[in-house]
Every structure is written in structure tokens, then in C-alpha cells.
């Protein structure tokens, strides 16, 4: 007997509009291998994810920058299809923020985690989030939010140059714009630049006392926390390669249990009073060996399925058995199980491993999606690539015209030859 309630599908919700997000694809498998029908609202049109055996269904997702109420005729538009309620997951932070405030409106079409509408959104900005972290005493890195450009510019100086620029809603940036949610900025007039762009931006600039990066240094912990407040499931692990290196998603992870992640953890969750899925960013200080939460994500992880124990419970499982009020299995962590993604780290997907080992993309069972990632990330790196060579040859600009030279004699040509040595 299936430990599921299988007459309540799931819904998976992303508004980003990434191909390349195995996290959505890690949902579809872990639910869709429970026997959970999974419905899809995403832009799968260029992405392997539609591939999968476990997909029931793909509906179009809202447009970028939709406001709540677009999104809420999407959902509702779903939901009529599927006549049942549902179990509703976002895969990324505007969808999450979106899902909460939407709470009321969705059910009962919806089952979703019961929690104060705000509290998502509130833990996503990056700048609410630092105020969190001293509420909670929780380590966060020393965190600024000028109120012009000249005071970012001084505001760079005060905190030590090299800086952590972010802005402190990072899914309101928009399409195209060139902005990143995040980047390391090195002089005042950097600061005073970026400054200047916080309309185009749509939310406040932050600037953070440097961490810098290291081995051993960067950290992540997932979880669901249930209806009784109660952390399961997940777990803490290490990042061995971000992509792009350095400050970026996890390429290569290793669940390593660290009690003292886990406890920060569970101070921030309580002092919020969160509830549902998480996935938080830790990085700690070489130097006083403290760890620093830089980000809390209202949704899972890509790299969720790193945490599948022993019962084969993860967290967007238990998300699922927690809201059809089915027991959570007991499993036993899986210590040193590696995550990969292929495309971001070949080399280490094809080395053996002796604890185990997820991949983002290929599946025995689904075999098609990883088929389909390799000859969308050809395509992909091919245009990257002759794009590249495209701008380099703007700027070098046109060739020099050729010189024409009049050899009255022998000697003359022999001369300009050794001359051009």
C-alpha cells in the first residue's frame, strides 16, 4: 500500500523562464516515481523536463513580471482542468512569493502550508532578511542599505572594499536588463553606479560585508518544516563546485551532516514561525569559523534530491505526505551521497563514488530528459560560443587595408622580407 495519497496530484509553479532548471525535473521524478499525477505550469517549450515520463501534463505559465492576479487565473485555470484539490509547489522565489499571497484566493482548490501571507516574501528579501538574522542571533554578514549614491559610495568605503552587491528582491529584476541578483563590486564609484539603476532594478540595494570564498566554506541546508513547526526531512551539505565558481548554483554537493548548520537552521525557522519548504545558503568565515546565512529560499532547492534518505523521503515528499496528513516516514541520513550536474561538472559525473550518487539530469528509469539536456547544452554553448567570437571581432574592428608594394628589383623584395623578421 502507497504511502501517498494518490488522488491529490501536485502542481509544480516556476515563473523563471530557465530550461536548464533540473530542480523542476528532480519534482517531477520524486513525486511521479510515488505514483503522485504531476502537473507542470512552467515554459518547458525548450527544456528537457517535458521529456519526462513522470509529467502528466505542462500548462503555460504566467508571463515574466505577471502581477498576483495573472497568476492566480493561470492557477485557477489549472486547477479547474484537474477538478480535484492539489497540492501546489513553487520552484523559485517569485512563484513561492506569489503562492503566499495568493493563499486564500487558491484554496480550496490548493493545499499549501498555513503561515502568515507576508512570511515568504519577507525571508526572500535579502534586506529584511539581515534584520531577521539579528532578531534571531543568527551570524549574517554586516549588512548596509544606502539611501543614495553618494551614501552606496560611502557605504563601500565604511564596509571594506572588495563588497557583496545584491538587490533585495532579486525575482523583480527584469528580463533582459543585465542586472545580476548579486555581484562583487571593488571601488565607491562601482557603488554609486548601481545605485543609480535601483528603479530599473524594482527593489532596494544592499551592500555586505565580504565573505570571501574558499574550500569547505560554502554550506546549504534543506528541510520542510511540517504543521507542527517540527524541521524533517533534508539536511546539510557542503558545496564543492558553484557554477559559475565561486558564488553560484551547486554544481558538485556532498551531504555531510554539520550540527551546528542545523541548528542555525532551526533558530531562523522558529523565530519566523516558517513553515513549508526551505533551502538555505550558509558561508562561513575562514577566519572566525563562524557561518554566515546569506539566503533563505521559500521553496526547494535545485540540488533537493542530494537529500534522499534511507525511506527515499526528500523534501518535496514530505511537503506531500505533511498536507494529506500521511505519516513521514523514519529514514536514516545517507552521509557523503553526492549531488552532480552533468553539464556543469562532466568529469565528476563520470568518477565513482562509494556513498551514492544523484544526478541532476540522468535517470535509469527516465532516460529522456538527460538525452534531451546534452543536445540543448550543445546548442546552448555553440551560440555562446560564436557570440563571443562575434563581439571580439566588432572589437577589433575591420582588417587594415592591404599595402601594395612596387618591387623594382630583386634586391629591393630580398631586402623587405629580412626587414619584416
Not at 4 to 17: K, M
Not at 168 to 190: E, H
Not at 314 to 341: I, K, M, N, Q, W
Request: proline share 9%; aromatic share 6%.
Amino acid at each position: 500500500m502507497s504511502l501517498f495519497d494518490t488522488r491529490i496530484p501536485a502542481v509544480l509553479l516556476r515563473i523563471d523562464r530557465n530550461p536548464f532548471h533540473h530542480g523542476t525535473l528532480g519534482a517531477v521524478r520524486s513525486l511521479g516515481r510515488a505514483g503522485v499525477e504531476v502537473h507542470v505550469v512552467a515554459d518547458c517549450a525548450a527544456s528537457p523536463v517535458r521529456h519526462s515520463r513522470f509529467v502528466t501534463r505542462v500548462h503555460p505559465p504566467p508571463p515574466p513580471g505577471a502581477a498576483p492576479a495573472e497568476i492566480a487565473r493561470v492557477l485557477r485555470r489549472v486547477a479547474a482542468g484537474i477538478a480535484r484539490p492539489a497540492v501546489l509547489i513553487p520552484m523559485d522565489d517569485a512563484g513561492a512569493v506569489a503562492v503566499s499571497r495568493l493563499g486564500a484566493e487558491l484554496s480550496p482548490a490548493y493545499l499549501l502550508p498555513q503561515q502568515a501571507r507576508s512570511l515568504p516574501e519577507r525571508v526572500a528579501d535579502k534586506a529584511e532578511l539581515a534584520g531577521i538574522c539579528a532578531a534571531a542571533g543568527v551570524p549574517h554578514p554586516r549588512t548596509l542599505v544606502p539611501a543614495g549614491a553618494s551614501e552606496a559610495a560611502a557605504d563601500a568605503w565604511r564596509l571594506g572594499l572588495p563588497v557583496v552587491a545584491k538587490w533585495s528582491r532579486p525575482w523583480l529584476l527584469p528580463p533582459g536588463s543585465g542586472l545580476r541578483s548579486t555581484v562583487v563590486i571593488r571601488s565607491a564609484q562601482q557603488a554609486r553606479e548601481l545605485y543609480a539603476r535601483t528603479a530599473e532594478a524594482g527593489s532596494e540595494l544592499l551592500l555586505q560585508a565580504f565573505l570571501p570564498p574558499g574550500p569547505d566554506l560554502d554550506w546549504f541546508c534543506h528541510g520542510y518544516v511540517n504543521r507542527a513547526g517540527v524541521l524533517r526531512a533534508g539536511g546539510t551539505g557542503a558545496k564543492h563546485l558553484s557554477w559559475p565558481r565561486g558564488a553560484g548554483l551547486t554544481a558538485v554537493g556532498r551531504w555531510t551532516p554539520d550540527p551546528q548548520v542545523r541548528a542555525l537552521a532551526e533558530a531562523v525557522v522558529a523565530h519566523v514561525g516558517y513553515r513549508g519548504i526551505l533551502d538555505l545558503d550558509f558561508r562561513r568565515c575562514a577566519t572566525t569559523g563562524q557561518y554566515h546565512l546569506l539566503d533563505f529560499n521559500p521553496r526547494p532547492g535545485a540540488q533537493f534530491r542530494l537529500f534522499t534518505d534511507t525511506a527515499e523521503l526528500d523534501v518535496v515528499r514530505a511537503l506531500h505526505l505533511d498536507l494529506t496528513h500521511r505519516p513521514l516516514p523514519e529514514g536514516s541520513p545517507r552521509a557523503g551521497r553526492l549531488f552532480v550536474v552533468e553539464n556543469y561538472a562532466p568529469m565528476t559525473a563520470l568518477r565513482p563514488t562509494r556513498h551514492g550518487r544523484e544526478a541532476a539530469w540522468y535517470a535509469k528509469d527516465d532516460r529522456a530528459p538527460g538525452r534531451a539536456m546534452w543536445a540543448l547544452w550543445t546548442r546552448h554553448v555553440s551560440r555562446r560560443v560564436l557570440d563571443r567570437l562575434l563581439r571580439l571581432g566588432k572589437r577589433s574592428g575591420p582588417p587594415p587595408e592591404a599595402r601594395v608594394v612596387r618591387q623594382a628589383t630583386a634586391r629591393v623584395a630580398d631586402d623587405e622580407k629580412a626587414g619584416s623578421h
